[in-house]
């Protein structure tokens, strides 16, 4: 925005001192319209006024039309510049809204072509396999080839006529991300003042995707485990709050399931904590997908982790249960020192039949958890 009100003002100024370079270089025949005649011409006074201010009047003229099309000029940049402006602040309140996906980039050609007056447009995003990629487009009939080449590297983008259609890059922390394109069909060309919008607004845009990706990463690890990218615990108890209270008004049952990886404190002391991490990231993705989308699934402390199944009889969640520990038997971590085998421990707690609070069917699934572990120690 601060070089937006550079601009603006640099036009201000412009504009002043024509004026007074104006006034300074018509001053002096005004003067000499009025006084030298008196002083030298005599009885010619009149005529002589008259051609003066005939001759002064064309330039007068002249200023008034110049001031007239630098106040329009001026007035429409100060329109266009607001209308930036309040682009950029719908574009990053709906930012906010989402979290990255191709809609932010929907939204970013959404305010692009509405503050462009175009009718079409596309943004190209360069892939992992430095693929030029299309994830948004506008206007375009189902089918319809988008006729340009754009660049995987920095360079020229071809096929862009500058008069009906406009491209700028889209940087991300210094490295090309990508293009943002519009086009007018049929319409009046773009001039050099929509080259500049467009210039600034890919620059925002740029800023933008980035900024939202950062926030969208710190909200990430704000609510997910970065070892096992399950929910953290803070964000599990938010989650089962309110499935709970869905639950609860459907009249719905479901099992708390609290498990407990076995010897990993040994394998961290026997193996390192490198293994003991590819241990906790193998049970997780062994847990992950044997439960649906629609259950709940935390990392509530180091080894300890808590599932909750909805819908599913007590007898399917044993056998869930049976089919993870049939899974895990077949993925042991081998190491230069021998095999690791991944174990776990478990507990069940049943909403509500056992209680309908979080706290109180945790203690009953993890003392259940304990009574097995005994079990498993004794038979052993």
């Given at each position: 925005?601060n070089s ?14 024509k004026?007074?370079l ?8 005004i ?15 009149i ?5 003066f201010?005939i ?6 003229a ?6 007239a ?18 682009a ?7 930012l ?9 980039y929907?939204l970013?050609?959404?305010n692009?072509?509405?503050?462009l007056n175009a ?8 892939n ?15 089918g319809?080839k988008?006729?340009?080449?754009f660049?995987v ?8 006529n500058?008069?009906?259609?406009l491209?700028?890059?889209?940087y991300?922390?210094d ?14 060309n773009?001039?050099?003042e ?8 890919g620059d ?10 950062l926030v ?5 690890l704000a ?8 929910f953290?615990?803070?964000h ?26 076995d010897?990993?404190k040994?394998t961290n ?6 293994y ?22 935390s ?8 599932a ?5 009889d007590k007898?399917?969640?044993r ?11 077949e993925k042991s971590?081998f ?25 109180q ?18 038979g052993?």
């Amino acid at each position: 925005m601060n070089s937006l009100k550079i601009r603006v003002k640099g036009v201000v100024v412009l504009g002043i001192k024509k004026i007074l370079l104006f006034l300074l270089l018509f001053l002096m025949p005004i003067f000499l319209g009025i006084w030298l005649p008196v002083v030298v011409l005599g009885e010619h006074i009149i005529l002589m006024q008259i051609l003066f201010t005939i001759v002064l009047l064309g330039p007068l003229a002249y200023l008034s039309l110049k001031l007239a099309i630098m106040n329009d000029k001026l007035k429409k940049r100060i329109s266009r510049n607001k209308s930036i402006r309040e682009a950029t602040l719908n574009l990053y309140n709906e930012l906010i809204e989402h979290s990255f996906s191709d809609e932010v980039y929907a939204l970013i050609l959404k305010n692009a072509i509405n503050l462009l007056n175009a009718d079409r447009g596309c943004v190209a995003i360069i892939n992992k396999n430095k693929d030029i990629e299309y994830k948004a487009w506008i206007g375009y009939g189902e089918g319809e080839k988008i006729d340009i080449k754009f660049p995987v590297i920095s360079g020229e983008v071809e096929g862009v006529n500058q008069k009906t259609q406009l491209c700028t890059p889209l940087y991300l922390a210094d490295q090309l991300l990508g293009y943002l394109y519009v086009e007018r069909m049929n319409r009046e060309n773009f001039d050099g003042e929509d080259v500049r919008i467009m210039n600034y607004f890919g620059d925002l845009s740029g800023n933008a995707i980035d900024i939202h990706k950062l926030v969208d990463g710190i909200s990430h690890l704000a609510r997910y485990d970065d070892l096992t990218n399950t929910f953290n615990r803070r964000h599990f108890i938010e989650m089962f709050t309110n499935a709970c209270s869905e639950t609860y008004m459907d009249g719905q049952e479901f099992s708390l399931v609290y498990f407990d990886i076995d010897n990993l404190k040994v394998t961290n002391d026997q193996f390192g904590h490198h293994y003991g991490d590819k241990v906790i990231k193998v049970f997780s993705k062994v847990i992950q997908e044997n439960i649906r989308d629609t259950d709940l699934f935390s990392r509530y402390g180091g080894d300890e982790f808590v599932a909750v199944l909805f819908n599913m009889d007590k007898e399917r969640v044993r056998e869930r249960i049976q089919n993870i520990e049939r899974q895990l038997k077949e993925k042991s971590i081998f190491t230069k020192n021998g095999k690791i085998h991944v174990k776990f421990s478990y507990g069940i707690a049943n909403y509500p039949e056992d209680a309908k609070d979080l706290d109180q069917l945790i203690q009953i699934a993890d003392r259940r958890m304990y009574i097995q572990k005994e079990h498993l120690k004794s038979g052993a």
